[in-house]
């Protein structure tokens, strides 16, 4: 006879396993645990070598009264089968289907697979749901009725993110994520760690993230509270050992004043812990990354996207110019911290000079690290709407490391991953970068975390 149980929460990310925790999925297991006094399992499938029979095996084992899946584009055709199959198996189980995808999505996510959809940011709508039983009257959920989407309004944003509980590592084997967390190692040591969100938010019109963002986590930018964001590093070092962390958040120095407080009360609290931050590059004050330094901030990323300012300003709506990037690295280096490009190649009309020119920036930089994305129009972004008639390949089928979502004309499929991988070779196996390659492949500890990352792009 199969074990009762409540709640069972999936991560469906079946390709390029990372140390990075599912953040979202455990936001909302926090949140059932303290406010029904639910402990839902969880399961992140990108730890399974099987993950279609892990699942299986799991259901036949234990009944669930809900299950919920949380899922970006990238996500939604494993999405789709684990629904599947959960219909057979149990029949009777409610399936709940949150994230990026649902939320840009919806008429893509049928009804005869799923239960509930939970549009936007889930934490309340989740618990308003469980807590009824059913989604009528639920803000932020659609429910099925006779096969047919069922539509409540929107749920406002939650004004005080502090009232949200710490996201719970403490219900999924954190050491398995501290072991491939690979994000500071390029300060030169192998850094156990995990992401944070301080804020959520973002005031930028970017094409290729907004609106989509805005109608995830609304349009206004909502901090935590310094103290808020201290207690959870400490219960983060006390009871898991972390050396660091990154702040996920889109650009964490959008506010000067409130970055200020937060750095001198991590200072004042003597963590003992590195970090990383994401940073526009208009925003790179230097009086912020100084007082950040002192509370442990050893990198930053920085979106530089393009070379050509057309493309980054015209068709990307980044609305930096070179001076401004370059100011910030400059800036940056002069306080002795790590930088991470992150550049993008492939976007609509680009030509392969410029493709080329975006390749070439990025050695002549000071960058310790790079990423180069290929440009993917995700669903309902400024770039989706306006290039919609120049996507050859299906929403479910993106893969920005890998994939290039346009129709062939000047860039092609082959093209772009050969200037991507050619882009990688020739910043990596400079004299100085392969020295530093060559240390993180002698060091037993950072073998298999770049082994991650070369899996991206290889």
Not at 40 to 46: A, E, G, H, K, Q
Not at 173 to 184: I, P, S
Not at 434 to 443: D, I
Request: with cysteine.
């Amino acid at each position: 006879m199969k074990k009762a149980k409540e709640f069972l929460l999936i991560s469906p990310r079946l390709k390029y396993p990372t140390g990075d925790v599912p953040l979202g999925i455990l936001y909302l297991a926090s949140s059932l645990r303290s406010r029904l006094g639910i402990i839902p399992d969880i399961v992140d499938l990108s730890f399974s070598k099987k993950p279609f029979a892990e699942i299986k095996e799991r259901l036949r084992e234990f009944q669930y009264q809900w299950i919920g899946l949380s899922a970006m584009i990238t996500m939604a055709r494993a999405s789709k089968e684990l629904a599947r199959m959960i219909k057979t198996i149990q029949p009777g189980a409610k399936i709940i289907l949150g994230g990026p995808h649902p939320t840009t999505l919806p008429e893509q996510c049928p009804a005869e697979l799923f239960d509930f959809l939970a549009i936007g940011e889930a934490e309340e709508s989740l618990v308003e749901l469980v807590g009824k039983g059913t989604g009528e009257g639920v803000a932020g959920i659609w429910f099925k009725r006779e096969d047919q989407w069922s539509r409540n309004p929107p749920r406002p944003p939650i004004s005080d993110l502090d009232r949200i509980p710490f996201p719970a590592f403490d219900l999924i084997e954190l050491d398995r994520y501290l072991q491939l967390w690979f994000q500071l190692d390029t300060i030169g040591e192998p850094v156990t760690g995990v992401n944070l969100m301080a804020t959520r938010g973002c005031p930028h019109q970017c094409s290729f993230c907004q609106p989509t963002l805005e109608k995830l986590f609304g349009r206004k930018l909502r901090k935590r509270t310094p103290d808020n964001i201290i207690e959870e590093l400490k219960w983060l070092k006390d009871r898991f050992r972390i050396q660091g962390f990154n702040f996920m958040d889109d650009t964490l120095v959008v506010d000067p004043g409130w970055c200020r407080e937060l750095a001198r009360k991590m200072a004042e609290a003597k963590l003992g812990l590195v970090f990383g931050c994401n940073v526009r590059a208009d925003l790179a004050d230097r009086e912020v990354l100084s007082a950040l330094k002192e509370a442990g901030l050893r990198k930053i990323y920085i979106g530089i996207e393009a070379f050509s300012d057309r493309i980054r300003n015209e068709i990307l709506n980044k609305r930096i110019d070179r001076k401004e990037i370059e100011k910030s690295v400059d800036t940056a280096k002069s306080l002795g911290l790590k930088i991470q490009g992150f550049f993008m190649i492939g976007a609509p009309g680009e030509q392969r000079a410029e493709v080329r020119d975006t390749l070439t920036y990025a050695r002549k930089l000071d960058l310790d690290d790079l990423t180069i994305n290929i440009t993917t129009p995700l669903p309902r972004t400024y770039l989706y709407e306006k290039f919609q008639d120049q996507i050859a390949v299906a929403e479910e089928n993106f893969d920005y490391y890998r994939r290039y979502a346009f129709r062939e004309k000047e860039l092609s499929q082959r093209w772009l991953r050969k200037a991507q991988v050619i882009g990688y070779l020739r910043f990596y196996l400079r004299a100085r970068k392969f020295l530093e390659l060559a240390g993180w492949l002698l060091n037993p500890r950072m073998l298999r975390r770049t082994w991650l990352k070369l899996k991206r792009v290889l």
